[in-house]
């Protein structure tokens, strides 16, 4: 870019923490040494890494939750692995990258290559088999499985066999609530994923939903036992987002300072409703309201650059929607981006544009609240919840460009409007600080190992 970079070192306030290895105690279920002991955890993120770089076919919010509640939980003396399987031979099997003496441990199940979700259950028995070799060799004995995504559950579901350890399970997205949404037979979800989630909401000991909206769903379309489900919102890192002056955050990334820029950060894929931002910005052009503003679009994800073979058919559609709408000027497919620079796009962005037909949660739109955007969304699953119309952002209905279009015409002619907004977005996010949601999972550890222990007992009692 020609300028040399910014950059932003921790807030006085979010200093390293010291571990408080070996004060955590709890009574462990499985291990040798003894009635006290280290909690030890197994994490299963089967389908993606949490260290893959942000913005891929399927990276996104799982992989920010996994390492970033790894991490926080390593920080209090919480022994993590987190198994995933291996899409790089190349890359070594066992990494410390998350630090704090906890572990990433990439699983050979199939083809060390990304491969499509439907055919990843083939290779969840190969999955298991490594793990439950890799925990003998170590001598490991894990008081607790977290599991991610409905395919780490019915991994758990061996995993518990074998080790008699209870399951903690979240599932991210729900199968029926994709099917609903589905425009076509290719995006819709398979009836093999919907029966294995059903199958993990039988055999997971406590159940984790990021929103009262996924707890109503979990309850209503699966008929999952509430008193499994516990509502614990994903957290953000307060520590690495947050709002970085807006000059010097443009400068970074290679902005002017003059220029507004809108943005877009996700997957590229039909349900994160990318088109329909193009089109809300195609209103405005075709209004005037573009000719003598220097404002651009910046869209995170996906590859752009890929070959006309290699590119998928989400990112075509878009680029050629993009020249359609006569925005090729104002519109800028930048590729994926590492969690490092996010807070600079974040901070340098009048606006961040969730524009989702289904979302869980809405990772991007909390980490834009705590970098002080506002944010507009889509008034669906998590983001209705997360996003406070009128006070942090806007609500909009799926796929409106007309409302969308409207509410950035105001956001970006109204700076007034952006501070006040950005002000209570940063105040709003830090009620998600991972430190805060990291004691919450904690305590939901605790409380699940306490009645494993107590039935144990009551079960020793009657013998």
Not at 145 to 150: A, D, E
């Amino acid at each position: 870019m020609g300028i040399e970079p910014i950059t932003h070192r921790l807030r006085s306030d979010c200093s390293t923490i010291e571990p408080q290895w070996r004060q955590v105690k709890l009574y462990q279920v499985n291990s040798k040494v003894g009635k006290f002991g280290m909690m030890r955890i197994a994490m299963l993120s089967y389908h993606t890494c949490p260290l893959a770089i942000l913005g891929g076919k399927d990276t996104g919010g799982m992989n920010v939750y996994v390492r970033e509640l790894t991490r926080e939980l390593g920080r209090r003396g919480i022994a993590v692995d987190v198994y995933t399987r291996s899409q790089d031979e190349h890359v070594p099997q066992v990494s410390h990258d998350l630090g704090y003496g906890n572990r990433v441990v990439h699983v050979p199940a199939g083809p060390e290559i990304p491969l499509p979700k439907q055919e990843l259950a083939e290779y969840l028995p190969t999955f298991v088999a490594h793990i439950l070799h890799f925990a003998e060799k170590k001598g490991l004995h894990y008081d607790l499985i977290h599991s991610h995504y409905w395919l780490s559950g019915v991994a758990a579901r061996d995993l518990k066999a074998a080790w008699g350890s209870p399951v903690v399970h979240m599932f991210h997205t729900l199968g029926v609530m994709k099917q609903r949404i589905a425009r076509n037979a290719q995006e819709a979800e398979g009836e093999y994923r919907i029966l294995g989630e059903r199958e993990v909401i039988n055999l997971a000991d406590r159940i984790v939903a990021a929103t009262k909206a996924e707890q109503a769903q979990l309850q209503w379309l699966y008929q999952a036992n509430e008193q499994k489900i516990v509502v614990i919102p994903p957290g953000v890192d307060t520590c690495h987002f947050y709002p970085i002056p807006a000059d010097e955050a443009k400068e970074y990334i290679g902005v002017r300072p003059d220029h507004q820029m809108l943005l877009f950060v996700g997957r590229i894929e039909p349900l994160k409703g990318v088109d329909t931002l193009i089109q809300a910005l195609g209103l405005m052009a075709g209004q005037g309201a573009l000719r003598d503003q220097p404002l651009c679009l910046a869209i995170i994800g996906g590859d752009p650059e890929a070959s006309r073979e290699a590119m998928t058919e989400e990112m075509s559609r878009l680029q050629a929607l993009s020249t359609e709408n006569g925005l090729d000027d104002f519109v800028t497919f930048l590729g994926r981006r590492s969690q490092e620079t996010l807070p600079y796009y974040y901070s340098a962005a009048e606006v961040v544009i969730v524009p989702s037909h289904y979302e869980s949660f809405g990772m991007v739109a909390l980490e834009a609240m705590a970098c002080g955007t506002p944010v507009v969304a889509s008034q669906v699953g998590g983001l209705a919840f997360l996003v406070q119309d009128g006070e942090t952002g806007y609500h909009i209905h799926v796929g409106d460009m007309d409302a969308l279009n409207e509410r950035l015409t105001t956001l970006l002619n109204d700076r007034q409007l952006r501070e006040r907004l950005s002000q209570q977005a940063t105040a709003f996010a830090q009620n998600y600080d991972w430190r805060i949601i990291a004691s919450r999972i904690l305590d939901l550890y605790k409380e699940v190992l306490e009645s494993v222990l107590k039935l144990k007992s009551a079960t020793d009692e009657h013998r």
